[in-house]
């Protein structure tokens, strides 16, 4: 019988272990679900809407195959239709019926309303008047040959050749671009995939159980053998026994005792030793098995976790999405730390004007000039980029729209502050403010960079100073001191800029002095600059603010035979052109200065977060 129950033990296990490996083999579906998109006519571009993503829910992988390099990027659907909007491409949306369907997008066609000279204009149906083919412009060329590749515009981008495999996982509001070069038509094998949960909650339990069954089987079917043994052979009756005689325990070798005979094994030692055989493989096949379940192949026996909720700032209702992301910002800081380095290396202007601009622009060129003619004059400061401590993007989706970055310089113990923007769709971003934060700046509560904060406008009425008047009013600070009517406006304690400011021109007003006292004079002035203010809110309803001042320090002969003399200003000399004046020497400092701006209903006073003081120019006094 126990042969019986060893039997029937092996079969229910055999079925519960193969039922249990057929779940996870042969009856499991496929773990990814796949679309393929189909491209009727070449473009350049092919744009994938976000609806295409998130037809099924998780993460998307984009498969792309074409000859040669194929190049992808994705952002904000928004942004690439903005940057698409000059140029033909093939667009993948989702129809009503919750098909994938590919149209070509053509560029909209200028209307005009009056005859372009060079030939008749041409009255369409709706009555809208076009112009005439002309030849293509160099502009429309430039168009046509725009490289996507290494654009401010999108979040990340990936390029390889012949075959890209890009694991994504964007929202509904992102969007993917596919291309080659620009010039070249876009893949036309493009597919998304996704993967599938297939669960099999039985695989586990059934290949346990199966095992378990199986070690029952195996010890039954040895205690069926240990039953037929002790009952194999015939059984005498009646037969006498012999005597025992007892055993001299004396005449064994004491060298002998303790040790066992190597003679035939007893019984008990024989069955012992096949037991220990005859499971160990049994446990092992178990432990096996069940080490090959995934996790998916058990049941869900737990409830589901609580989320532990987190503090959240909510972004107002009618405001639209940051500039940039973090990791965005970063890569656009080093690509214009890239390009400013080479720059400074070259002393070329034009190659700086690609990444900056305003004050920061006029700063750099102004220092190409002065160490092309002097040997040892200074390099302007590399722009730091690491680690990106602070960044808090504009919330605009339009255009130009700019991001404010801090970050910490670890080899100086300097943090810097700076302005970005960006022009347009197809431009990259550029420095436009940069100063050093000071020693003891206490930064203003700030959105995160996942939310943004709205521009500032230079105008506005709701900080206790606007914007565009904050330049002027400091500027007027420096020029006067106390006596002048905004000192009660600004934070003095702590304002180094001020009291430097201060101190040097008492300097050199001193040392002029010394020389040129009785036939000349040197005056300073300081006034608003050439650059426009910017401004972006911060959460206290206020603002950071960043403002260019011009300081003009200005010597003339107050004497008719007098002359400036520029024997020791090589600076000055050299952007003048000339060794003196009779008529005089005006000189011109650029301030980048930050300020934190409070709301009306603040009592606070406007706080100098950081500065940078470079010399702007030089020249004769007409």
Known sequence: MRFVWAVAAFVLAALMIGAGIAQRTVFQGPDTETASISVEEDAPYLLIDGAVLNQLPGSQTLRAHGEGDIFAAYGRTADLEAWLSDTTYNAASVNADGEITTILVEPAAPEVSAPVEGGEAIEGADGAVAAPATPETEE???????????????????????????????????SVLVAADGTLPAPASVSVSWPLANPTPWAGPLIVLGGILMAVGVYLYILGIRHARRSRGPRRKGL???????????????????VISSGTPTRRSVSAGRRAFAVIPAVAVSALLFTGCAPDAWPELGGTPTPTPTATIIAQEDQQAPAVTKTQAERILARIATTVAEADEA?????????????????????????????DYAAP????????????????????????TVVDDEDSNTSSIMVLTQDDAWSDYKLSYVASLEASTLMPDLAPEYIGAPQVQPDS???????????????DIINNGEDSEYYGMFEAEGDQFRESVAADRQRRLDAFNETGDKTADLTFSAAVG????FA???????????????????????????????????????????????????????????????????????????????????????
Not at 348 to 370: I, K, M, Q, W
Not at 538 to 547: D, N
């Open 140 to 174: 429309d060329v430039a168009v046509a040959l725009r490289s996507p590749i290494g654009s401010d515009l999108w979040l990340d981008e990936f390029q390889q050749a012949d075959l890209l495999i890009a694991p994504l996982q964007l929202p509904a509001e992102m």
């Open 240 to 258: 006498p026994l012999p005597v025992t005689e007892p055993i001299d325990l004396g005449a064994i070798d004491s060298a002998d005792k303790g």
């Open 347 to 375: 002393r070329d202007p034009d190659l700086a004007a690609t990444r900056l601009s305003g004050a920061a622009l006029a700063a750099r060129e102004t220092n190409y000039t002065l160490r092309g003619a002097i040997a």
């Open 461 to 475: 009425p709701f900080l206790v100073m606007a914007p565009e008047e904050v330049a002027a009013a400091y500027a």
């Open 381 to 404: 400061a590399a722009i730091p980029t690491k680690p990106l401590e602070l960044v808090l993007p504009q919330a605009y989706d339009g255009w130009p729209r700019s991001v404010v």
């Open 530 to 533: 050439e650059n426009a203010p």
């Open 536 to 622: 972006i809110a911060t959460v206290e309803s206020g603002a950071i603010v960043a403002v260019n001042v011009n300081e003009t320090d200005t010597a003339k002969p107050t004497n008719a035979d007098a002359v400036i003399i520029l024997k020791d200003s090589p600076t000055v000399k050299t952007l003048t052109g000339a060794d003196q004046s009779a008529t005089g020497i005006e000189t011109t400092f650029s301030d980048q200065l930050f300020f934190y701006v409070p709301g009306q209903s603040s009592n606070e006073k406007i706080r100098l977060l950081g500065y940078s003081s470079d010399i702007l120019d030089a020249q004769v006094i007409k």
